[in-house]
């Protein structure tokens, strides 16, 4: 049996990032993954790009992975936001409302720092695994943890390796089916909108200039995302059905269905690579740590991208947990207690629930084509955009940049 400052299961992008923020605080950090880790470094695992807020972007920098991600990582500038209609010859004019936001608002407090960075899911967990393996951090890979218990001072894992794992602390970062949540008994409240996101990349004719674009629709929000060498991720959001129909047809008629939601203003596109397709829904963990369990990203909240915040709440607990962490090992207090780890919760339990909280009304307020509920959302999306302390805030609180930091979000190791 070996033994551990802390387990982390599984290994994406927050649980290799807690991984080395740890290491970097002196922890001796496991992590066990479930999938083969080439198969998740493949171009075919996963078609995502996610927006990286600008201070999530500074941890990675403090944690030495920044420098690498920069060259794969397509700065955001401007941000887009219309209220919009289904294509087609009988759809009524667009409405004159949009929401603008640009970087240079908050430059002086920023740095010059951009709204944020878009990145190929990809490209990120290569980055991270090649920092785990430089600092040696143990990876386990492919295990699965097939038991689990606490005795007394420590938790242990069983994996189907023949192994076990000791630790004062375990971190299920699996994901949002997390059996290390289920078997803690932690209540997991959680819905689908119905909805299908259809990603896939495009290569333009023009340049998208470091702007972003989403349009909500009836059937959900059409986000044109730039990434580096003027292409752009797509994130076509439509109900289940049509979304799986997408998915079937050949690529001319796809182009055709994507041609009527994106417009001709950045010229020709050409696909690149496969279409992804991923459902969507909301879920929130009642409870964030439980006995020596601590929740991390997708394991304690998963949204709706409709906002692209999903990995930003991740990457906020990372910081936060890292750095309670480490504080209370160089105070000599037991870091799997729930002393500890309610400061962990406390801070950072407001944030998740109402970021949930938020997304979920948008959803609701904008996947929909009632004409009244239309007029009003126009005329407080003008309004909205017409307000420059209001649209300020919003970015630095997209940016993770607002309330009580995290040092890792500041740039800063613990």
Same mark, same amino acid.
């Given at each position: 049996?070996?033994?551990?400052?802390?387990?982390?299961?599984?290994?994406?992008?927050?649980?290799?990032?807690?991984?080395?923020?740890?290491?970097?605080?002196?922890? #001796?950090?496991?992590?066990?993954?479930?999938?083969?880790?080439?198969?998740?470094? #493949?171009?075919?695992?996963?078609?995502?790009?996610?927006?990286?807020?600008?201070?999530?972007?500074?941890?990675?920098?403090?944690?030495?992975?920044?420098?690498?991600?920069?060259?794969?990582?397509?700065?955001?500038?401007?941000?887009?936001?219309?209220?919009?209609?289904?294509?087609? /010859?009988?759809?009524?004019?667009?409405?004159?409302?949009?929401?603008?936001?640009?970087?240079?608002?908050?430059? #002086?407090?920023?740095?010059?720092?951009?709204?944020?960075?878009?990145?190929?899911?990809?490209?990120?967990?290569? /980055?991270?695994?090649?920092?785990?393996?430089?600092?040696?951090?143990?990876?386990?890979?492919?295990?699965?943890?097939?038991?689990?218990?606490?005795?007394?001072?420590?938790?242990?894992?069983?994996? &189907?390796?023949?192994?076990?794992?000791?630790?004062?602390?375990?971190?299920?970062?699996?994901?949002?089916?997390?059996?290390?949540?289920?078997?803690?008994?932690?209540?997991?409240?959680?819905?689908?909108?119905?909805?299908?996101?259809?990603?896939?990349?495009?290569?333009?004719?023009?340049?998208?200039?470091?702007?972003?674009?989403?349009?909500?629709?009836?059937?959900?929000?059409?986000?044109?995302?730039? *990434?580096?060498?003027?292409?752009?991720?797509?994130?076509?959001?439509?109900?289940?059905? !049509?979304?799986?129909?997408?998915?079937?047809?050949?690529?001319?008629?796809?182009?055709?269905?994507?041609?009527?939601?994106?417009?001709?203003?950045?010229?020709?596109?050409?696909?690149?690579?496969?279409?992804?397709?991923?459902?969507?829904?909301?879920?929130?963990?009642?409870?964030?740590?439980?006995?020596?369990?601590?929740?991390?990203?997708?394991?304690?909240?998963?949204?709706?991208?409709?906002?692209?915040?999903?990995?930003?709440?991740?990457?906020? &607990?990372?910081?936060?947990?890292?750095?309670?962490?480490?504080?209370? =090992?160089?105070?000599?207090?037991?870091?799997?207690?729930?002393?500890? *780890?309610?400061?962990?919760? !406390?801070?950072?339990?407001?944030?998740?629930?109402?970021?949930?909280?938020?997304? &979920?009304?948008?959803?609701?307020?904008?996947?929909?084509?009632?004409?009244?509920?239309? =007029?009003?959302?126009?005329?407080?999306?003008?309004?909205?955009? !017409?307000?420059?302390?209001?649209?300020?805030?919003?970015?630095?609180?997209?940016?993770? =940049?607002?309330? #009580?930091?995290?040092?890792?979000?500041?740039?800063?190791?613990?």
């Amino acid at each position: 049996m070996k033994t551990y400052d802390v387990v982390i299961v599984g290994a994406g992008m927050a649980g290799m990032t807690l991984a080395l923020a740890l290491k970097s605080g002196g922890l #001796d950090v496991a992590l066990v993954e479930r999938q083969p880790f080439d198969d998740m470094l #493949d171009v075919s695992f996963d078609g995502r790009a996610s927006a990286i807020a600008y201070a999530c972007f500074r941890q990675w920098k403090a944690l030495g992975v920044g420098d690498v991600l920069e060259k794969y990582a397509c700065r955001m500038d401007e941000i887009f936001v219309t209220d919009g209609h289904l294509p087609g /010859a009988s759809a009524p004019k667009p409405l004159p409302f949009f929401l603008h936001f640009a970087s240079e608002e908050i430059s #002086d407090r920023t740095g010059d720092e951009p709204l944020g960075y878009m990145v190929e899911n990809r490209q990120v967990r290569k /980055a991270l695994y090649e920092e785990v393996i430089n600092q040696g951090i143990r990876l386990i890979s492919p295990a699965s943890v097939i038991d689990n218990r606490e005795d007394g001072s420590f938790a242990e894992v069983d994996l &189907d390796t023949g192994e076990t794992l000791r630790a004062p602390l375990i971190v299920s970062a699996e994901g949002r089916k997390s059996t290390l949540r289920e078997k803690a008994g932690i209540k997991y409240i959680n819905w689908t909108y119905e909805q299908s996101a259809v990603v896939c990349t495009v290569q333009m004719e023009h340049s998208h200039n470091h702007v972003a674009y989403e349009h909500f629709l009836p059937t959900g929000p059409f986000a044109i995302l730039p *990434l580096n060498d003027n292409r752009a991720c797509i994130v076509w959001s439509e109900t289940h059905a !049509k979304a799986k129909a997408l998915m079937q047809v050949d690529d001319q008629l796809f182009y055709d269905h994507l041609i009527g939601r994106f417009g001709e203003f950045l010229g020709e596109l050409t696909l690149v690579g496969e279409k992804f397709i991923y459902p969507l829904g909301l879920g929130l963990a009642e409870e964030m740590h439980k006995g020596r369990l601590a929740l991390l990203g997708d394991s304690a909240h998963g949204i709706h991208p409709i906002a692209g915040q999903g990995l930003n709440l991740g990457l906020k &607990d990372v910081a936060a947990l890292a750095e309670v962490l480490i504080e209370a =090992a160089r105070l000599g207090e037991d870091i799997g207690s729930d002393l500890v *780890l309610e400061r962990y919760a !406390k801070w950072r339990r407001f944030d998740n629930v109402s970021t949930s909280v938020v997304m &979920d009304g948008f959803v609701r307020l904008f996947s929909n084509g009632n004409p009244l509920l239309r =007029a009003v959302r126009g005329v407080g999306i003008g309004l909205f955009n !017409k307000v420059s302390a209001l649209r300020q805030f919003v970015m630095e609180d997209a940016g993770a =940049a607002t309330g #009580d930091l995290p040092k890792l979000l500041r740039g800063e190791l613990v």
